[in-house]
T-cell receptor, first 114, second 112 residues
Framework: DADVTQTPRNRITKTGKRIMLECSQT?????MYWYRQDPGLGLRLIYY???????NKGEISDGYSVSRQAQAKFSLSLESAIPNQTALYFC?????????????FGEGSRLTVL | QKEVEQNSGPLSVPEGAIASLNCTYS??????FFWYRQYSGKSPELIMS????GDKEDGRFTAQLNKASQYVSLLIRDSQPSDSATYLC????????????FGSGTQLTVLP
């Protein structure tokens, strides 16, 4: 089983619908992240969390919200999906501390908003 | 100016050749530098990290860092078709968050 699990892996939805992407991890890491990836734009940070009480906006948080239900679970919500939120979404985890930059990624959730 | 810039490619090299991937960054106080490999349809995986000026070698991979010129590169020796992937450069920005900023990636194709 994967250490970082994302559900659903693929989702097609319509404009205006609420969507939740879920992420769970068994690595025991405190830090969890949500990124989106678009062709030619690389990975862009949406939200990140250092523990269940510490949630921070990334560079593109507008239109998204998150919930850190437990150390191992971090969910991303689109309250009212729009077509330009069509993208590949990655959850990632990282151990804390300096010079420990390795991110461990989930397998990705491909979201299509029609 | 983007914080982390890479040539998008595609970069094509013949099998057995050296592939050279480059990355420049804008924040002079950046401290940690990483190369991730991403196969098509898959998630990124870390292949190299470098923290100080100079070269760091790991098997066929060599990361080179020059903080004065604000660039980091990845050399892949004896390139194999299995090296065909997109390579993402990532830079750690100092501060309490220490999150990574990614470049847009360079697509590498190794031709048999």
């Amino acid at each position: 089983d994967a250490d970082v699990t994302q559900t659903p892996r693929n989702r097609i939805t319509k404009t205006g619908k609420r969507i939740m992407l879920e992420c769970s991890q068994t690595k025991g890491h405190d830090r969890m992240y949500w990124y989106r990836q678009d062709p030619g734009l690389g990975l862009r940070l949406i939200y990140y969390s250092f523990d269940v009480k510490d949630i921070n906006k990334g560079e593109i948080s507008d239109g998204y919200s998150v919930s850190r239900q437990a150390q191992a679970k971090f969910s991303l919500s689109l309250e009212s999906a729009i077509p330009n939120q069509t993208a590949l979404y990655f959850c990632a985890t990282r151990v804390g501390g300096p010079n420990t930059g390795e991110l461990f990624f989930g397998e990705g959730s491909r979201l299509t908003v029609l | 100016q983007k914080e982390v810039e890479q040539n998008s490619g595609p970069l094509s090299v013949p099998e057995g050749a050296i592939a050279s991937l480059n990355c420049t960054y804008s924040d002079r106080v950046s401290q940690s530098f990483f190369w991730y490999r991403q196969y098509s349809g898959k998630s990124p995986e870390l292949i190299m990290s470098i923290y100080s000026n100079g070269d760091k070698e790991d098997g066929r991979f060599t990361a080179q860092l020059n903080k004065a010129s604000q660039y980091v590169s990845l050399l892949i020796r004896d390139s194999q078709p299995s090296d065909s992937a997109t390579y993402l450069c990532a830079v750690s920005v100092p501060g309490s968050a220490r999150q990574l900023t990614f470049g847009s990636g360079t697509q590498l194709t190794v031709l048999p």
